[in-house]
Structures are given as structure tokens and as C-alpha cells.
């Protein structure tokens, strides 16, 4: 059954080049099925490989099917050929199996994409990439899985890559990975300079003839290796942008699977660490210490779901560097696989929310989700319980595992890992809990104005206010125009009131001159009435007129009022800040008042509340139940009761070369250990909900700048390299471009003037051509006859 | 007066001398050619003198290969230059030329 090891590899390979070929043609979903169904034949493949391999006798599982013969230069010759032994398959399980829940996953995560098969090219490679890593029998294999998974991870991080962000995360991943692969190179360099050879079988049995100092420079580089694909301090940056890549990829790659390869590596090659200088071994586990540390303080303040929950794999990353430093190879692939199981659940399950919530990924717009997805709530807080440490989740017996063999490390400081290890656990719970009650739980913020609608909404209103202030100055300056009117009204009718005077004055002395007895003196009389009468109509013009500017005046007042009311009203709204959501949330955290801008808020805000999240398809759902079971239970595979119960332990026994380290410590101290593990992580969750579901102690307590800023690593990078780097790169720009392309240049100039020189001497003449021959011909045999008589003697 | 083989030597030599002038000092391909073909033809004679002089049948041997290389040889040769000659009926070897470096 063991001879079907080829089979685990081939399938996804198979499902690869399939889906190359044909996925644009089966297109969604029939691609994501065919994909599935080739990581689980997989699977199945690995169980039937697994069922052999328990069949035979603990000593002889460590079966090599050779391949063909992929390198072969001298003396030196690499196969392709497959290393079946416990850790391999333990390793190829949770790969195919996790991998193959996260593609049923992806079948509907990723429907209605525009490269739904291209997505499923990616995944099946990645898997097969991933399967050649921990399979190789040599380690020029694993490097070629090594660089594929690193391949497929900058692709799939990079998939939607028209964002600038996500093709920048993708590179970042990429470029990060390359120094790591470096150490890499230079550590099967020096194996095989050490060894003569770089297959595992000749390594794994030869590691003994390696000098202290080969080792321990063999254990610094392969760390720096893992470092870089585990994302260990100070290569850790990658990972947590790496989350821009779809979900399904963040659970896979990112937290399950192609992370672990470090520790894969470093637990494969456990001979080489075992005949190393003690403080490499030291450097690991501390290595791994800080980073746990590290990664779980800044896990606390992160308001993207999926960020807390990169962060939360790097600590627990740390934690399996924790337990290879210090001879807890067990522990470290116990704990990787219960990790695998609840970190995807956990991965999965953001990912379920996300998609319910229309691409939402901060935690501070969620809450309440529990009542409209209860599988993905459920699950995920089976995935809370586990990651942080509750008895009898999976992640209790893992951890305490690793803590134990840490408290038992004295010759690298076990005692100070131990206490690292456990404040780490403790911050997990807390932050973990912090997760799951911003998301699940507290009052739904999920309809809440945004603080950019807010802001729309408030300059809305304050357009508005200005608006009503140009209109009053247009009123004013249009009172203000009626009173100059006015004021020329008047004098109009003061001098029409003149002239009416003037002209009864006229009228009466042309009575008096005239005489009486006259023709013409009824006339006059009568202009002289008329004229008398037009007198008072004048008057009365006048009066109005008058009236009319006070009028007028009037209507300036009331006209500057109201410019002076809105310019008022205008200054008061500029001056008040609008309630914008806060930045740090907590379940008690109430809704930003809007009810001044209600009617301003924009669309968005109307659209949302018709929409409801909801639970995702049964295809998401599904494995988020497996995972579920798989996280709650994982703790049985190696229950440390009594030695039969310790299943993992026995299993990897032929894998470990008995360099696992000899637990010293009796048993009650492992019941302490236990004890105050357990109780610090529900001190932590009790803690937590006290901070979050009650709002006792606020959230800036805790949420500190520089935790959300990573301790300003990410910065400090950018600095670096953008500043001193910089210049280091413009200087090796120079010396490529001056001295390595000078001296290319330099062949490529000497060579044609050489060529130009010598043109002369083809004139083209063919008669010149005969007498060169001739010539060269009497001057070649003289050259003979001048050695035959006078050089040989 | 004895006929031996510094006769044919000589002849050939002169031969060989006059055909290779002949290349170098004429222009018209077709005489050129015709010089070449003297060179051969004075090279198989000495072969044939050294033959019969050493006894050995290699030299005619080798004359047998000088004609059937000189004849296809002539084939291709003389075919370029009708060819040549007919475009241009005034040529020179001198006009061919177009190889020149």
C-alpha cells in the first residue's frame, strides 16, 4: 500500500493541469468541483499510504519510493523520490484534509468570480507544491515545494490584483520569502559540502559525523529559512498583508498549511539540531518566545477581522518555534495540527462573515452576527475556545503540551519561555474573546452610520446653512436697493410737490393782474382752482413716499437680521463636531448620534438598512462543521494520561531519531502547569468579556497605539530601506552597471574593433585571395623544410 | 639522354607556375579558371611521377580523386560563371567583389 505514495502528489497535479487546459471551458463551479475532488482523492490516497504505513513494524516506517533520477552531474545526483515515513504522512493528512474542506469552502466563496478556475489552478498547485515539500526524499524536492508554495502564495495573494494593495502584498510575500530561501540554499549547500549528499536518508543517518560548528551553522540558516516561510521575527511582515488575498487562501496557505513548512523543515532535520551548540537551539525557541509575545500584543489592537487573526497565527507560529527549540518536536507537530484545524475554522468562519456582510472586514461595523449566522457563530466560537486554551478543546492539550516541554528546557532558559509562553496564551484568550464578542455579539453596529456617511451628512447640512446665507445677502443687498428707490421717490414728489406750488403762485398773480371784466379771466379762475386742488394730491404723493422708505428700511433690518441669523447658524454647525463612531468599540458601545442630519445621510446608509447579513451556503458552512468537530476533539490525539493515550507521540517515534527531549518534571508539577494555564486563559476571557460585553474598563486602556501599529516594525522597515537601504541599493545598481555590465560591454567593444581592423584584409578581390593562399602556401611548407633541415637535428 | 623524374618535376613545376600566374594576373573568369585547372593538371603529374618512382600506386590513386573533385568542381564552377557572364557579358573577376569585408 505504501508503493501508492506517488498517488498523493499526482492527483492534485493531475487536477492542475486539468483545470489549465479545460477550466475556462467547465467554469463555475464545475472547475472548484473537479479541483475538490482532486485533493480529496488525495486525502484518500494519504489514508490508504497512512493505513500502510501503520502496518508495518514501528522500526520500518521509513519507506523511500524511488521515482527517477531527476539531477545526475558526476558524482552527484539527486532522485525524485518520495520519503514516506510518520511525519510525511502526518503532514500529508492535514494537508489534504484541511486543503480539502478549504476547496469545498472555495467552491462557494469564490462563486461569481471572474477567474473562479484560475483561483482553483492556484489552490491545486499550491496543494501538490505543498505535498512535494513535505514528501521529498531529498532537499532539493522540498525546495522546488518550497519555492512553489511561495509561488502559488504570491499568486493567490495577488489574485484580485487590480488593486495596487493586493499586487503590492503579493510581492511584498515574495520578496520577504526570497531571504529566508536563501538561508535555505545555503544550508543544503552546507549539508551537502558536510555530508556529501543531500538526501534525507544519508543526512538523517550521517548527522552524527557532523562537526558542532557545521550543525550549528546548518540549525542559524535553516532557521533563517523558516523564519521567512513561518513568518518568525523579524520576517514575520509578510503575513499579516498577505490577508488581502481571498479568505480561502488566508486559511490555507496563510494559517493551516504552507506556514508550518518551517517548522516541518526544522522537525525533519532534527539529527542536525540535536548535534548543534545548545544556544542555536536556544535561538529558536526564543526566536519563536518573542515573536508569540510580540504577535499576540499586537493582535490586541487590530480592528480587521482577519488581521487579529494573522497576527493570532503568527504567535501561535511562534509557539511550534517555541517547542522545536526546545526538543518538543511532538508538541510541535501536535500542536500544528490542531492549530491547522481551528486556525482554518476560525479563517473560514471570518471569511463566512465577511461574505454575509458584503465584503465588511472591520470588526467595529459587526456585532450581533450570532442571530443571523448561527453555524458560522457556533463554529467560530468553537475556534475561540480552542485557540485559547479551554479544557477540553484541542487547543488546551497542544499548548499546555508545549508550555510543559518549555518549563522543562533548563539548559536554554526554560523557566523565562515558560513565562512567555503563558502571558502569550493569556493575551490569545483575551484577544481571541475580544474577536469573538466585537463580532457575534453586543448590538448590531452592522446598520450604524459610517463615520464617512456622517461626515457627508454634516457638510450636506452645512451647504444647506450656507446656501440660506447667500440668500438672505441677496435679499439685503435687494431691501437695500428698494430704499434708494424709495429715497428717490420722495424727492421726485417733493419736487413734483414744488413745482405744484410754483404753479399756484403763478396761477394767483395771473388773477390778480388780470382784469375781471375780461374775456380770459373765467379761465384763470378756473387754472387757479385747478391748480389749488393739485396742491394736496402732491402732499398726499409725498406723504407716501416717505412712508414708503421707512418701509423700505424696515425691510433692511429684517433683511440684515436674517444674514445675521444664518451667518450664526453657520459658525454653531462648523463649530460642533459631528458624533462620529468611535474609534475603539466595545458589545456596550451606542450608535453615533445622527438624528440632527437624518434627512442628509447619504444613500449608502438607506441601501443598508434593507440588507441583511446572512449565513453563508451550505458549501461554506459544511466544512466549517468538520473543522468545528475536528477542533474540539483534536485533543485526543495524544492525551497525555497514560502512554497508550499518547497516540502522536508513539505515531512520530521512528520520525524523531529519539531526540525528543526527556520531560524531567513529576506529575503533580504538570498539574500545576495544566492548572494555571487553564486558569490564566479564563481569567483572560473573564477579563475580556468585563471589557468588552460589560464596557467596564474602557477599550483605549487596552488598545494601545503601538500595538496597533506593530511596535512601528513595518515602519521602522520602510525607514530603513527607504533611507539608508536606499542608498546601499543605489550602490549595488552602480557597481552592477558600472563594473559586471562594464566588463560585458567592455568583451562586446573590444571584439568589434578587433572585427572592424581586420575587415581590411577581405578586399573581395579574388585574384588578392590567390596570392594570400599562394603566398601562405610557400610561406607554410618553408616553415616545414626550415624545421625538417635546421629545428629537428 | 634519359627521361627520369626531375623532367616531370620541372614540368609540373613550370605548369604549376605558369597556372598560378595565370590566376593571379588575368581578369577574365573564364582564363582564370582554365589557369586553375593547369595547376591541378601540374600537380597530377608529379604525383604520377612520384608513383611510378616510389612504386607506389597511391599517387595515382590520388589523381584518380583530383580529376573526379576537378571535373565536379568544373560543374559548378564554369556553371556560376556562364551564369555570371550572361547577366553581365563584359565581367571581370575583379567586379565580384561583393564579399569584401
Known amino acids: ?409 533548563d539548559n536554554i532558559g526554560g523557566k523565562g519561555l515558560w513565562l512567555v509562553g503563558i502571558v502569550t496564551a493569556v493575551l490569545t484568550a483575551f484577544y481571541m474573546t475580544r474577536q469573538v464578542i466585537l463580532t457575534f455579539f453586543g448590538r448590531t453596529r452592522f446598520y450604524d452610520a459610517t463615520g464617512a456617511e456622517i461626515s457627508e451628512a454634516w ?75 393739485a396742491v394736496p394730491k402732491a402732499e398726499q404723493a409725498l406723504a407716501k413716499a416717505t412712508d414708503g422708505v421707512a418701509a423700505a428700511e424696515a425691510g433692511v433690518v429684517t433683511a440684515t437680521d436674517e444674514l445675521d441669523a444664518a451667518v450664526a447658524r453657520l459658525d454653531e454647525l462648523k463649530a460642533r463636531q459631528p458624533a462620529l463612531p468611535p474609534l475603539m468599540v466595545t458589545a456596550r458601545t451606542p450608535a453615533p448620534d445622527v438624528s440632527e442630519v437624518a434627512d442628509h445621510l447619504p444613500a449608502s446608509y438607506e441601501h443598508r438598512q434593507e440588507y441583511h447579513p446572512h449565513e453563508s451556503p451550505a458549501t461554506m458552512t459544511m466544512p466549517l462543521v468538520v473543522l468545528a468537530v475536528l477542533a474540539a476533539l483534536g485533543g485526543l490525539l495524544n492525551l497525555p494520561f497514560t502512554s497508550r493515550l499518547k497516540v502522536l507521540e508513539h505515531w512520530l517515534e521512528p520520525s524523531l531519531f529519539g531526540h525528543e527531549a526527556e520531560l524531567g518534571a513529576s506529575a503533580a508539577t504538570k498539574w500545576v502547569l495544566a492548572a494555571l494555564a487553564l486558569a490564566g486563559a479564563v481569567a483572560a476571557i473573564v477579563v475580556s468579556f468585563r471589557v468588552y460585553l460589560r464596557g467596564r474598563v474602557r477599550p483605549e486602556a487596552i488598545e494601545k497605539p503601538v500595538f496597533a501599529h506593530a511596535w512601528y516594525v513595518d515602519d521602522s522597515y520602510a525607514d530603513f530601506f527607504g533611507g539608508p537601504g536606499r542608498r546601499l541599493f543605489d550602490l549595488a545598481a552602480w557597481f552592477d552597471r558600472t563594473i559586471v555590465d562594464g566588463a560585458v560591454r567592455g568583451t562586446a567593444t573590444v571584439l568589434s574593433v578587433a572585427g572592424r581592423r581586420l575587415r581590411v584584409a577581405q578586399p573581395g578581390f579574388v585574384r588578392a585571395y590567390a596570392t594570400f593562399i599562394g603566398f601562405g602556401t610557400v610561406l607554410v611548407m618553408a616553415w616545414f623544410l626550415v624545421g625538417r633541415l635546421y629545428l629537428r637535428q | 639522354m634519359r627521361v627520369t623524374e626531375t623532367w616531370y618535376l620541372t614540368l609540373s613545376a613550370v605548369l604549376f607556375a605558369i597556372g598560378f600566374v595565370g590566376v593571379l594576373v588575368r581578369r577574365n573568369p573564364l582564363v582564370m579558371f582554365m589557369s586553375l585547372e593547369l595547376m591541378l593538371n601540374a600537380v597530377n603529374v608529379s604525383f604520377v611521377a612520384f608513383a611510378n618512382k616510389l612504386d607506389d600506386i597511391a599517387g595515382q590513386t590520388a589523381v584518380f580523386f583530383v580529376l573526379v573533385v576537378a571535373a565536379a568542381e568544373v560543374v559548378v564552377g564554369l556553371s556560376i560563371v556562364v551564369a555570371v557572364m550572361r547577366r553581365r557579358p563584359s565581367m571581370t573577376a575583379d567586379d565580384l567583389r561583393s564579399l569584401k569585408g
Not at chain 1, 410754483?502 to 382752482?529: C, F, I, M, W, Y
Open chain 1, 459 to 533: 457638510s450636506v447640512r452645512i451647504d444647506a446653512v450656507r446656501q440660506e446665507m447667500t440668500a438672505a445677502e441677496v435679499a439685503r443687498d435687494k431691501a437695500a436697493e428698494a430704499v434708494d428707490k424709495a429715497n428717490a421717490d420722495v424727492v421726485k414728489r417733493s419736487e413734483a410737490l414744488e413745482a405744484a406750488r410754483g404753479e399756484v403762485r403763478q396761477a394767483n398773480a395771473a388773477v390778480a393782474t388780470s382784469n375781471p371784466a375780461d374775456e380770459g379771466h373765467d379761465k384763470l379762475v378756473k387754472t387757479l382752482d385747478k391748480a389749488v386742488k
Open chain 1, 1 to 409: 500500500m505504501l508503493e501508492a505514495a506517488w498517488l498523493i502528489p499526482a492527483f492534485p497535479l493531475a487536477g492542475f493541469a486539468l483545470l489549465v487546459a479545460f477550466g475556462r471551458r467547465l467554469g463555475d463551479p464545475v472547475a472548484g468541483w473537479l479541483a475538490t475532488l482532486a485533493s480529496a482523492a488525495a486525502f484518500v490516497s494519504t489514508l490508504v499510504v497512512f493505513a500502510g504505513l501503520v502496518g508495518e513494524e514501528s522500526e520500518s516506517r521509513f519507506f523511500i519510493q524511488h521515482l527517477f533520477t531527476w539531477v545526475a552531474a558526476g558524482s552527484f545526483s539527486v532522485d525524485a523520490g518520495l520519503l514516506v515515513d510518520p511525519l510525511a504522512v502526518t503532514m500529508c493528512l492535514f494537508i489534504t484534509g484541511v486543503g480539502t474542506l478549504i476547496h469545498l469552502y472555495s467552491i462557494g466563496y469564490m462563486h461569481g468570480d471572474r477567474n473562479y478556475s484560475k483561483f482553483f489552478v492556484y489552490l491545486n498547485l499550491f496543494v501538490f507544491s505543498m505535498l512535494v515539500l513535505v514528501l521529498g526524499d531529498n532537499m532539493l524536492l522540498t525546495f522546488l515545494g518550497w519555492e512553489g508554495v511561495g509561488a502559488c502564495s504570491y499568486l493567490l495573494i495577488s489574485f484580485w490584483f487590480t488593486s495596487e494593495a493586493n499586487a503590492t502584498a503579493g510581492k511584498k510575500a515574495f520578496v520577504t520569502n526570497r531571504v529566508g530561501d536563501f538561508g535555505f540554499m545555503l544550508a543544503m549547500f552546507l549539508l551537502f559540502h558536510e555530508i556529501g549528499s543531500i538526501r534525507y536518508a544519508d543526512i538523517l543517518t550521517r548527522a552524527g559525523t557532523l562537526s558542532t560548528f557545521a550543525a550549528t551553522l546548518a540549525v542559524v540558516l535553516l532557521l533563517l529559512a523558516a523564519a521567512g516561510k513561518s513568518a518568525q521575527l523579524p520576517l514575520y511582515v509578510w503575513l499579516p498583508d498577505a490577508m488581502a488575498g481571498p479568505t480561502p487562501v488566508s486559511a490555507l496557505i496563510h494559517a493551516a498549511t504552507m506556514v508550518t513548512s518551517g517548522v516541518f523543515l526544522l522537525t525533519r532535520l532534527n539529527p542536525v539540531l540535536a548535534e548543534a551548540d545548545v544556544w542555536s537551539r536556544g535561538l529558536v525557541a526564543w526566536i519563536g518566545a518573542g515573536t508569540a509575545l510580540f504577535a499576540a500584543t499586537v493582535a490586541l489592537a487590530q480592528n480587521d477581522i482577519k488581521k487579529v487573526l494573522a497576527y493570532s497565527t503568527v504567535s501561535q507560529l511562534g509557539y511550534l518555534f517555541l517547542a522545536v527549540g526546545v526538543g518538543g518536536y511532538v508538541a510541535a507537530i501536535f500542536h500544528m495540527v490542531t492549530h491547522a484545524f481551528f486556525k482554518a475554522l476560525l479563517f473560514l468562519g471570518s471569511g463566512s462573515v465577511i461574505h454575509g456582510m458584503h465584503d465588511e472586514q472591520d470588526m467595529r461595523r459587526m456585532g450581533g452576527l450570532y442571530k443571523f449566522m448561527p453555524i458560522t457563530g457556533f463554529t467560530f466560537i468553537v475556534g475561540w475556545l480552542a485557540i485559547a486554551g479551554v479544557f477540553p478543546f484541542s487547543g488546551f492539550w497542544s499548548k499546555d503540551e508545549i508550555l510543559l516541554y518549555a518549563w522543562n528546557a
